[in-house]
């Protein structure tokens, strides 16, 4: 029970924020307790708590109460950085009323929304790390006034080029403020961080960590449902008026995510002809348009009752309401994002309600896996590694930030952070340009300097620069004939056959200038063709920690033959699955198909000999043949190519961990005779990418 008198001291302190932060409440939460005092007091502070525990306001109302005055000028004060726009949009909905209520505004600043009010700016700016990026290179004087930052949802980021590119800004923004004599204060929020005080560092400078368990009890359950009309029949059993019957649960507002966008779409087809569901049925993936995402958001939010089928795009705390229950079709690849989607629902209780739907017996132990690892705290994440293509991507944004036109590799390493400058001597950072250049992003200058290429000011002029997000494969608009609204993006449709997009199924009526005409048709509809979204990586770590579920010896390679050829597990992860197997296709009479995360598969039986002895050289040298396939699962980066040799190789051996990945292989022994349950599980493990 919250003691009365921490509430009272917590009042007392917030003066001017506490009404219009925390009155609707019956109480404040634990991190909302525990945020004021460290916050009021200047301090930089990492927040770690579960989703939807408040940590957006128990950072912001002692931070505008700290701020207050100042925020009352002209100019921007506290900056909140989202890591996508939606959750800037969220956000920013959230906090327009108590902040009317102070006299105070926001505004958001995205792709979306990129215009400024210079004569009317904002007391609170709302934004993305690409669109912070745009900020610093093109109004840069507009972000000296900032004296708070919010790195919201870190964990997101965090880890990946989009993550290191925000570290880089953070440095540059200290610059631009403490040109106007103010210390940036930060605080950092997250529902999953494996080791807070490392993350803190990374972005902060000393931060206090304060991590407040509120996790709610998990209550999982797992239903057999090998057809996607399973699913459906399962949900139709369980959706209701609300409450638990006879046992049997019961919800009238259901969020099931699932791994691929055609499935959200299938399922959600299927989920139309069923009586009990009908018209409650919502869709939301990343290949709808961002007008019919948030019309989904929207409309779900404000829904008594229904069932949103959506992928990782709904794994963030944008506010759908309250969620009676989480459905998950398939086991998400990391223990974090099932966190984060137990976390989407089951918000008003203390327990966390969650439903794993598995097609078969190595689906369950994955789940069963990820359960057990979230029970215990323990997020089986990767150690941190630095993805340098990002100082590529900074180059450039500098460059357009300087007033002088010019860039010199001293002055980029300047504004590296600590831990990042030591990898980037001068002569590497000098080897970058001189690539940049040969790639028409930089042109020559004198005494050792750079200007902008044509390549980097056409895209400085498209404000694509500003990204380190993958390529994304251009496309159809696709738009309701009737409404004119604009439902997605496709790759391209057939004429004769429906498609299923929206949740409906559509028929193709005409293409005009890259756009595709619908209209709903009552014909069954075939898979969208949608832009790849790349393949999902599991990590040696949540790996190794599924070998350990199954009851195997950690020092075992399973093995067993099926119908189509014979599979060799190596519980290694994507990244060394991919290694092991272009490795091993060296080998006399390894007829290898494909490694994945868990195995390696053969076309034939495993050859008659023992186990060849793998060399780190061996398999570094396996690693270089694929280097492109491995930039693109490890996140290297879509400017990797432009960074030299020896760092996209230290990048990956980082990542591959090649001697802990020898190590394995050489102290392990095949075990082919396995119990019956275990020969069952690894078969259907056998599938997995």
């Known amino acids: ?33 525990a945020a004021h005092e460290p916050l009021l007091a200047g301090e930089d502070v990492v927040f770690c708590s579960p989703t939807a525990s408040g940590k957006t306001e128990a950072v912001l109302a002692p931070l505008i109460e700290r701020h207050l005055d100042r925020a009352r000028g002209t100019a921007p004060q506290i900056l909140i950085v989202c890591p996508t726009r939606a959750l800037v949009n969220d956000t920013l909905r959230r906090l327009e009323p108590p902040l009317a209520r102070l006299g105070l505004t926001a505004h958001r600043r995205t792709g979306d929304h990129a215009v400024l009010n210079r004569k009317h700016p904002p007391n609170l700016l709302i934004t993305t790390p690409e669109s912070l990026d745009s900020l610093l290179v093109r109004h840069t004087r507009f972000l000296s006034t900032v004296r708070a930052v919010v790195l919201d949802e870190l964990h997101i980021l965090d880890g990946s080029p989009r993550g290191d590119q925000l570290r880089l800004l953070m440095e540059r923004l200290r610059r631009v403020t403490a040109r106007s004599g103010g210390r940036l204060q930060g605080a950092i929020t997250s529902a999953t961080i494996a080791a807070p005080a490392d993350l803190g560092a990374r972005y902060l400078h ?37 409450g638990e019957r006879a046992g049997a649960v019961r919800a009238r507002k259901i969020l099931v995510f699932v791994n691929r966008r055609n499935d959200v779409e299938t399922l959600a087809g299927l989920a139309h002809r069923f009586g009990r569901l009908g018209e409650r049925v919502f869709t939301h993936h990343g290949s709808l348009s961002r007008e019919e995402r948030e019309r989904v958001e929207e409309r779900f939010l404000s829904a008594p009752s229904g069932v949103c089928f959506a992928t990782m795009t709904l794994e963030l705390g944008i506010d759908i309401g309250d969620i009676d229950l989480v459905v998950m079709v398939e086991p998400p690849t990391s223990v974090a994002a ?31 896996h990820l359960a057990a690892s979230a029970a215990k705290g323990d997020l089986l994440a990767p150690p941190y590694v630095f993805r340098s293509s990002v100082v590529a991507q900074q180059v450039g944004s500098l460059l357009m930030q300087s007033r002088d036109g010019w860039i010199a590799p001293k002055v980029v390493r300047e504004r590296l952070p600590a831990d990042v400058a030591p990898i980037w001597s001068e002569e590497l950072l000098t080897d970058l340009m001189e690539r940049m250049r040969r790639s028409d992003w930089l042109v020559q200058a004198r005494f050792g ?7 980097l000011i056409r895209s400085h002029r498209l404000g694509t620069m500003h990204a380190n997000l993958p390529h994304e ?35 193709v009526l005409r293409e005009a200038e890259g756009r595709l005409y619908v209209s709903s048709s009552p014909h069954e509809a075939q898979e969208a063709d949608f832009a790849p979204r790349g393949r999902q990586v599991i990590t040696w770590e949540t790996a190794r920690g599924l070998l350990g579920t199954l009851d195997l010896p950690a020092n075992t390679l399973p093995y067993l033959e099926t119908n189509e050829g014979s599979a060799l597990f190596h519980f290694a992860g994507s990244l060394a699955g991919e290694v092991l197997a272009q490795h091993l296709r060296r080998l006399s009479g390894w007829q290898v198909l494909r490694g994945s995360a868990l195995a390696i598969l053969l076309e034939a039986p495993l050859p008659r000999a023992p186990l060849p002895v793998l060399t780190e050289s061996g398999l570094l040298s396996a690693a270089e043949e694929i280097e492109k396939k491995l930039a693109k699962l490890a996140e290297a980066g879509p400017f990797s190519a432009l960074v030299p040799d020896r760092l996209r190789r230290d990048l990956l051996e980082s990542i591959l961990a090649i001697p802990r990945l020898t190590a394995m292989w050489n102290a392990s022994e095949l075990a082919a005779e396995l119990a019956p349950k275990k020969l069952a599980i690894l078969a259907d493990l056998a599938k997995v990418r």
């Open 1 to 33: 029970m919250t003691n009365e008198c921490e509430i009272a001291a917590m009042r007392g302190a917030l003066t001017r924020t506490w009404f219009p932060f925390f009155a609707r409440f019956s109480r404040p939460r634990g991190v909302q307790l």
């Open 206 to 242: 000393e931060p206090t960590p304060i991590l407040v368990a509120d996790t709610p009890r998990l209550e999982s359950r797992w239903v057999h449902c090998p057809r996607p009309g399973d699913v459906i029949l399962t949900l139709d059993k369980i959706y209701g008026r609300g």
């Open 338 to 368: 099932f966190l984060q989607r137990v976390g989407r629902g089951n918000r008003r209780t203390e327990r966390a309600r969650v439903l794993g739907c598995y097609r078969d017996r190595g689906d369950k132990a994955r789940f069963e």
């Open 449 to 455: 300097r750079y200007q902008p290429g044509p390549k």
């Open 473 to 507: 494969v251009g496309g159809l608009e696709v738009v309701d004939e009737d409404t004119g609204q604009v439902l997605g993006q496709v790759r391209g449709a057939k004429s004769d056959q429906p498609m299923a997009l929206a949740g409906r199924s559509r028929r």
